[in-house]
């Protein structure tokens, strides 16, 4: 048999030739899935883990066309046999390892105990992983085929190569119809020293022990099946990988996965279980973490018994007081804070260390006279937009859609200007030569159509509508009159960041209106810049005031 380095390869080329390409349709076909992932792995360092292939290839085995079939080892159905075992200091782990040959350990053994030092540090690290996911974290524990929690659960030390790590599910577990939960067996490098490892040694053996662990958890939660494909897998890597950075927080492989999420953030569904994007996605639960705390993972992982990451995602969210078209939102501001924008106080606390957002070419516009924008915004997804804005000035910015309960934000200079929902008007401050970016969720499980307009007030009619006196000095003058405006239309009046904070009625018969410099709450404004819009017989008239002392 091939190795397995060069056997992934052939399946590279193979693929590249008998596969379609990916078409529109959603029916589930499990070569174009295992091609999505494993044609990511191609001239990169060994990916975080082989657990999704290695799971997809057992369950679809049947399905797969000869030629693959001959390429791919057929999963078995067994344990390796491994030449020595020990077991860990908990007695929680057995651990299976080799002396020689290809899938030896390190032969080192300072401590003079008979088992190598690299085993005897594995102990340790899987004994602490447990402590953490299992009695801290309060995980269930993996289970048995009687579905009971493990009395000892296996890790086999083999030489990997192309990939960190795998959870291997080894049998089903017997349980009411339609309720899917497995038993496993972790694989684990025999040394990380491997080039194509981006972390090596006891680091790498450190989250990937974490890692795959989880996954042995999440097993024994219960697996949902859509046309033989496990519809939370890409919950389950976010997991995971998110839980790297828990139980060591201080290696990171995690950052390695990032840029695959930031590239392709845009207008991707966020259950896309596609290549790295789920390993990078697992910034959902780091901003999760901060806003609610760590229980809310276990607790999410707990509703996954009774019904899909899907629906209990937003469930758990309820709980807690808020929702997932409002979370999801804040994902995407928050993933506006990273790079060199990064505030690692008020959003990512490793935010430094993260790629940038990645805007489309073709969702970049220009401003010239006036700006209308016709697209559509993927189910359960974010979309961002930038507009390259020449002129400073006031903007009136209305955004409409065949969907509601959906927010769209406005961002200029590294900051947040406003956020709003859908199918409502906001007037925003832009400096000139600068960039206004737009983020855009639809929390739907249908695509949104969306048409956005951007206008200055040279852009609208105004039918000479003056305002005086202008700038306002707020101790000696006290007041703004409006002139020429409609007769019993409305005057709004804005923070420069969009926050509206005077409405105001033009009485019917009169053309002019006072404005007493106080806010709807009774108090009067600080100084500064506002922005007003008139409304009215069909006149609308954007501006600006300057409040002075």
Known sequence: MVGSSTRIYMVYFLLSIILPAFGSDKKFDPERILFSHLIEQHGQSSIPCSFFQDFIIKQNWDQLSPDLKHILKKPSEKPPQLQDSTISPSGKFMLHYNRDGLHAVPGLDISGNGVPDYIDSACVILDYVWEIEINSLGFQPPLDIDGKPVSIYHVYFMNLIDSYG?????????????????????KLDNDYFENS??????????VTAAHEFNHAIQLSYRVWWDHQFPIDFYFMEMTSTWIEDVVFENINRYVRYLSDLFYNFSNTSFNCPDNLFPYGNTLFLHMLEKEFGFQIVKETWEKIKDKNSLLAIPEILSDYRTTFSYQLHQYGIWLFFTGNQADNINYFPEGHLYPELHISPNDIYQYRSGLTINETISPLSNRVLQINIPENGAYLSTTYSNITNSLITHFSSGQVLVSMPFNQQVLIYVTSNSQLKLLLTNTNTDSAIIKYTLLTDIDITDDLIRVFPNPVNINEDKKVTFNNVPAGGQIYIYTVDG????????????????WNLNDDTGHVVSTGIYLFLVKGNGIEKLGKIVIVR
Not at 499 to 514: E, G, V, W, Y
């Open 499 to 514: 926050q509206k904070i005077a409405n105001l009625s033009i009485l019917p018969n009169r053309s002019s209106l006072f």
């Open 166 to 186: 795998t959870t291997y599910t080894e049998q089903e577990i017997p349980s009411d119809p339609g309720v899917y939960r497995y038993t496993s067996y972790m």
């Open 197 to 206: 490892y981006y972390i090596k040694g006891l680091n790498a053996l450190k």
